[in-house]
């Protein structure tokens, strides 16, 4: 499971770690019932603390996109896709506010935002 993390971003990285797995389950990448990594490997890949990954995978649980079986481990959860999707899309809404009210103090064009949308929404991941 590919997990990029950043230091640079102001994010703590249990919260990367778990937006990112998020995405995954929604974009139907990892399906219901597929087993997780464990704890201690998630954190030996990412090199991170376990504590770290022991948080976002909390964070998961808590939230229903993973369950924890007892001396197995974890396992992607059966979601409300629509929901789930619903819930990233409101996130997105929040941060597009959020460039076009700095676009607008800075007299920035919407055509010009459209054209960024457009670079970075091409972009390879």
């Known amino acids: 499971m590919e997990i990029i993390i950043s230091n640079s971003n102001g994010v703590p990285i249990y919260e990367q770690i778990k937006e990112q797995i998020k995405v995954k389950i929604v974009s139907n990448e990892l399906k219901e019932n597929e087993p997780l990594p464990s704890i201690r490997t998630l954190a ?3 090199r991170c603390s376990v504590i770290t990954t022991k ?3 909390e964070e998961l649980v808590n939230e229903g996109y993973i369950r924890n079986v007892p001396s197995k481990g974890f396992y992607v959860a059966k979601i409300n896709k629509e929901l789930a999707l619903e819930e990233q ?6 941060l597009m506010d959020k460039a076009v009210a700095i676009a607008k103090m800075n007299d920035i064009k919407k055509k010009t935002l459209n054209e960024m949308l457009n670079i970075l929404y091409e972009e390879e991941k």
Do not use: F, G, P
């Not at 899309?89 to 929040?94: D, P, S």
């Open 44 to 46: 030996k890949d990412l």
């Open 55 to 57: 948080n976002a995978y």
């Open 89 to 94: 899309l409101n996130k997105i809404e929040e």
